[in-house]
């Protein structure tokens, strides 16, 4: 646990033991998203497979990042990373939706749910730690919401292109 990180956020004001669940949901929600976007690659068919897979297996990519990077933060403030992956769906935000259609257009449209979802969450986040409260936590849940941003925009012009055909 970081002493002085850790007091920096008390002092701005921040629940830490708080801050730590919803950056626990959070960290749930990165998992189960490595996982469906894992596996909709693998299953993906229709047209653009090829372009969409490639798309699917860069943003797993990104969410298990994401993921390392809330389990570091979560550890600096003396909490621990949830443990058992069972907790992953007790604790998360944004479910997972398991592929059960694996033509692209209904593997785009979750997925574009999804990180719709993980928006909502990371921007409740920031509102929570504001700048100036805990600026560590908020430069990381900025920068990683705007991933989730760049991550939807991607699945949205995806989803035009699969239409346009």
């Known amino acids: ?3 002085k990180g850790t007091e920096i956020a008390q002092k701005g004001g921040i629940n830490v033991k708080e801050l730590i669940k919803k950056l626990n949901k959070a960290y749930a929600d990165e998992w189960l998203a490595y996982i469906q976007y894992w596996t909709g690659a693998q299953v993906i068919e229709g047209f653009m497979r090829p372009d969409v897979q490639k798309e699917l297996m860069e943003h797993a990519g990104e969410e298990l990042g994401h993921a390392q990077k809330l389990s ?3 550890i600096q403030l003396g909490g621990s990373p949830l443990l058992d992956p069972k907790d992953f769906f007790k604790e998360t935000n944004c479910g997972y939706l ?3 259609n694996f033509d692209v257009k209904a593997l785009l449209k979750q997925n574009i749910d999804g990180e719709r979802c993980a928006i909502a969450v990371y921007n409740d986040i920031l509102n929570y ?3 100036g409260k805990d600026p560590i936590t908020f430069h ?3 920068g ?3 991933d989730e941003i760049e ?3 991607d699945l949205e012009d995806l989803q035009k292109d699969v239409n346009s055909k």
């Open 1 to 3: 646990m970081g002493k």
């Open 72 to 74: 570091d933060r979560i």
């Open 98 to 100: 398991t592929p059960k």
């Open 129 to 131: 730690v504001k700048l």
């Open 140 to 142: 990381i849940i900025r």
């Open 144 to 146: 990683i919401l705007g």
């Open 151 to 153: 991550h939807e925009q």
